[in-house]
């Protein structure tokens, strides 16, 4: 067996201005011995596999330990059933025509706030790849205007899908690209969305990108 406790974390964690939380975590093994070219390869071996699970560990508790972040966040149902049935409509529907589906579905990914626990109106919990949830604020009443920050959030969970390596620049090209190339894919199917919205929408990608974040 062994100690997981030994395990050191060299972690980085930005709270871009959106709240999205884009967390990088790199477990380390520095009180494992090196392995050195003289090593058994029977010994090479059993060292490879211990790294292999401690690393393996560190990643499933970075995750329980954000998912248990995110649900501190006091999660409600939305009050208004058929707002929140078009908002998950609009992320299915996106994911498969700008994500390719690399996205789990809405009934999965979607949780709602009230704005007096955030001050942001969208929120992405990612960390190792894996998303977690997207955090909606309740407050916004509008659907152009929620379909805007849904497809915001939607590109940060995908860059995260991907590992984009972005470092601190939550906001920075990777992302930019990822709205112009989501909200191009928007365009060739803008009927279908108005449909879904029950409304026009006004899209324009350079305010989408927008680090937007609400303040009392």
Request: hydrophobic share 35%; aromatic share 6%; glycine share 6%.
């Amino acid at each position: 067996m062994f100690n997981v406790n030994r395990v050191r974390n060299c972690t980085g964690l930005y709270l871009c201005s959106c709240g999205t939380k884009v967390t990088r975590h790199e477990a380390t093994t520095d009180e494992l011995p090196d392995l050195r070219p003289d090593t058994p390869p029977e010994e090479q071996l059993r060292q490879q596999r211990r790294r292999v699970r401690l690393r393996q560990h560190c990643r499933q508790r970075k995750i329980d330990e954000l998912r248990a972040t995110m649900h501190k966040l006091h999660l409600v149902q939305h009050p208004d059933v058929t707002f929140g049935q078009k908002v998950n409509l609009a992320y299915d529907r996106l994911n498969a025509v700008c994500f390719d589906s690399r996205l789990s579905p809405a009934s999965e990914m979607l949780h709602w706030v009230h704005a007096e626990q955030v001050n942001y109106d969208g929120c992405t919990f990612g960390v190792h790849g894996v998303v977690v949830g997207i955090v909606l604020s309740a407050d916004v009443t509008s659907l152009s205007d929620m379909f805007g920050v849904l497809l915001h959030e939607m590109v940060h969970a995908d860059i995260e899908v991907r590992q984009v390596p972005v470092g601190s620049l939550s906001h920075g090209r990777h992302f930019k690209d990822g709205v112009k190339h989501a909200v191009a894919k928007v365009m060739q199917h803008l009927n279908d969305f108005e449909q879904i919205a029950g409304t026009e929408l006004s899209l324009d990608a350079h305010r989408i990108a927008k680090a937007t974040f609400r303040r009392e």
